[in-house]
């Protein structure tokens, strides 16, 4: 079953922070960020083992919380070249593919 | 140097016919995907492989078929197509399974009319 993202857009300014939720309904081994931005191929961000690590990327950074089956992403200080599409993709725990959730978009405006 | 390169970009046909899309990965990756993202952009994985063998199917019509000649190329053929199939398919591989960074391709953009 897909992850589900929310929210599903979001309209910041250059600065301004952001937070995306990924939340599943079954038991997850990893979450995986990817960010795609319009016409092109998705690109990775993070992946977030279980065990609750942090993770960080410039200054985007995310959570993952197993227990509770939910991952957030962290839009910090965000920039023009945030903007694009955050997809989250889970891997259950009991299989070896990736779901990804429906997407959020992320405009970010001068 | 491109790393996992597809073609063709764009790809418009009629309905009942049968096309390709050639993948390659120079990065020495072990593991090959192909996904299709859809006009509200949902992704969805189709086929995946390790070494040449498939380890995922999802449900996907028999009219798709991938083919992995060796490790770095990852096919797909399609046939008797339908203007359900009109998505743009990725080809993605990673280092090891699923718990590596997968690096996308650019995309085919398939459109059937």
């Known amino acids: 079953q897909q992850p589900v993202q929310s929210p599903q857009a979001v309209i910041l300014r250059e600065g301004e922070d952001a937070v995306i939720n990924c939340s599943s309904s079954k038991a997850l081994y990893s979450v995986h960020w990817y960010r795609q931005k319009h016409g092109e191929a998705p690109v990775f961000l993070m992946i977030l083992l279980k065990g609750g690590e942090q993770k960080g990327h410039d200054k985007i950074s995310a959570s993952f919380n197993e227990k509770k089956q939910q991952s957030s992403l962290y839009l910090t200080a965000s920039q023009l070249s945030y903007s694009g599409t955050y997809f989250c993709?889970?891997?259950?725990?009991?299989?070896?593919?990736?779901?990804f959730g429906g997407g959020t978009r992320v405009l970010v405006k001068p | 140097d491109t790393a996992v390169s597809q073609t063709p970009k764009y790809l418009v046909t009629q309905m009942g016919n049968d096309k390709s899309i050639k993948c390659e990965q120079n990065?020495?990756?072990?593991?090959m995907y192909w996904y299709k993202q859809d006009s509200k952009k949902f992704l969805k994985i189709m086929f995946s492989?390790?070494?040449?063998?498939?380890?995922i199917n999802e449900t996907v019509p028999n009219r798709f078929s991938p083919k992995s000649p060796d490790k770095a190329h990852l096919n797909l053929h399609i046939n008797s197509l339908e203007l359900g199939d009109s998505a743009v398919y990725f080809c993605a591989s990673s280092l090891q399974g699923v718990r590596t960074e997968a690096f996308f391709g650019q995309g085919t953009r398939l459109t059937v009319v």
């Open positions: 993709g889970t891997e259950s725990a009991a299989g070896n593919k990736l779901t």
């Open positions: 492989y390790n070494n040449k063998e498939l380890i």
């Open positions: 990065l020495g990756h072990d593991t």
